[in-house]
């Protein structure tokens, strides 16, 4: 608060205590007092008066600016009213309870919608648990069916077990954060896992991919939810025309000295129009090409950029259409901003 602002604020005291000093010294005059003792008079109460309008702007000063700054660094800024000083005025006093009153009313609200999201994911898991046995059990009834329908029932059937394990992630989506391990794994045994995750749905498409990433090459991730990060890039390649999939991995080095390892999830598809590339992590975003296929939703690329946010990893999408795609991971290579707890690796990392 400035003092301009202050003296705005209290524009209509100043004004009567400026008449009150006025009227003193015009009484004082009438009453035949000595103008030295009018002008000594007219001069203490002016020092008074604005001694102590000095004393409440310091005070006023003080409980807004705090509670300003308190609202900008605060994550949840209802919780103003447990941080902020006490106030010193009756003014004060009435914005306190205002921000009271508003922060219990928007922690029940936030309550309420923690216990529905958490509701709301326990029926999800619940449901993912249910609906996994028959699943199994129809995996076991397709073995004993004839070809060529026992491969077309395997396909359906790996179809609806991944878009199950999407249904289970997207509800898992907003707590993750606590359901991660981070550890030194080989880039190679993910890209190769999700490989064999999907070899039924590649060879389908007709997609052949090509892992050139050496043995060596190690990251610090958590592997499941990287594989499935991974696997939604390898599905949307598969799904829009990529005959080829190639995986590559590189080492670089920003500006800030930080290093990362690169993945790179190329093909050559049909590509993402120009209008659309920026979009496509948008929740539920089909674009043109999804606009061609009635099952895609939209929700595979938010999955996995949602993931790679709270994972600490970095993705980022470059197309042509009609040419192709490729999709970036990258990989931090300092992982100590993570809790050390989280962290565990085969080698000894320091």
């Known amino acids: 608060m400035r003092v301009f602002e202050y003296a705005r604020s209290k524009a209509v005291p100043l004004v009567i205590a400026a008449f009150a000093i006025a009227s003193a010294c015009l009484i004082a005059v009438v009453c035949g007092c000595p103008a030295d003792a009018v002008c000594l008079m007219a001069a203490v109460l002016a020092i008074c008066a604005v001694a102590a309008c000095a004393i409440d702007y310091v005070r006023t000063k003080r409980f807004y600016n705090q509670a300003n700054e308190l609202a900008d660094k605060l994550e949840h800024p209802y919780q103003l009213h447990s ?3 006490e106030p010193t005025s009756p003014d004060q006093v009435i914005v306190f309870e205002a921000l009271r009153a508003m922060g219990v009313a928007s922690a029940e609200e936030v309550a309420q919608a923690n216990a529905k999201t958490d509701e709301h994911r326990e029926f ?25 329908e026992r491969s077309q029932l395997a396909s359906e059937l790996d179809r609806i077990e991944r878009k199950v394990d999407a249904a289970l992630w997207y509800a898992r989506s907003d707590c993750a ?13 993910i890209v190769r896992q999700v490989c064999r995750d999907n070899a039924r749905f590649l060879i389908e498409q007709g997609c052949i991919p090509d892992v050139g990433i050496d043995d060596d090459v190690k990251v610090f991730t958590d592997k499941k939810q990287a594989v499935f990060i991974v696997t939604q890039l390898v599905e949307n390649a598969a799904k829009y025309g990529a005959s080829y999939l190639g995986f590559t991995a590189e080492r670089a080095t920003s500006a800030e000295g930080s290093g990362h390892i690169a993945l790179h999830v190329e093909d050559d598809g049909r590509g993402i129009p120009a209008e659309d590339v920026s979009r496509v992590f948008e929740r539920g975003f089909t674009g043109t090409r999804g606009r061609e296929d009635a099952a895609s939703t939209g929700m595979g690329l938010y999955l996995a950029a ?9 993705l980022s999408i470059t197309s042509t259409d009609g040419e192709g795609t490729c999709a970036t991971v990258t990989f931090p290579l300092d992982r100590r901003r993570f809790d050390a707890g989280a962290v565990e690796s085969d080698t000894s990392v320091r």
Not at 181 to 187: M, P
Not at 306 to 314: D, M, P, S, T
Request: glycine letters at 10%.
């Open 83 to 85: 941080l902020i000083d």
């Open 124 to 148: 999800v898991e619940g449901w993912v648990h249910g609906v996994k046995a028959p699943l199994a059990s129809c995996e076991l009834i397709a073995e004993r069916v004839a070809e060529p």
């Open 177 to 189: 954060n606590g359901d991660y391990v981070i550890r030194e794994v080989a880039l190679v045994d």
């Open 306 to 314: 949602r993931l790679c946010e709270q994972l600490g990893l970095g």
